[in-house]
């Protein structure tokens, strides 16, 4: 199955109708950490988690750990 990767947390968020407590219920943290993950300061050591359960990509989350994939060059040019 493949999953619509979400742009940001609050977008994941906000999507599903979510309140703040109600999305770090899930995530099983308190509703101020996740208010700091969705203004960009997702903790290196959860981001795995918090990619499986939203679908935002790891490199949206921690781009300074986690790198933009690199397309490559048969993608660029359309082949398949």
Request: glycine content about 6%; some cysteine; hydrophobic content about 40%.
């Amino acid at each position: 199955m493949v999953r619509r990767m979400t742009q940001s947390l609050k977008d994941w968020r906000r999507r599903l109708g979510l309140t703040q407590a109600q999305a770090a219920e899930l995530a099983s943290v308190g509703q101020p950490s996740w208010a700091k993950w969705e203004r960009g300061i997702v903790p290196a050591e959860r981001c795995m988690a918090i990619s499986e359960l939203t679908g935002v990509n790891l490199y949206v989350l921690r781009p300074d750990v986690y790198p933009a994939p690199t397309r490559r060059a048969s993608d660029k040019a359309g082949v398949q």
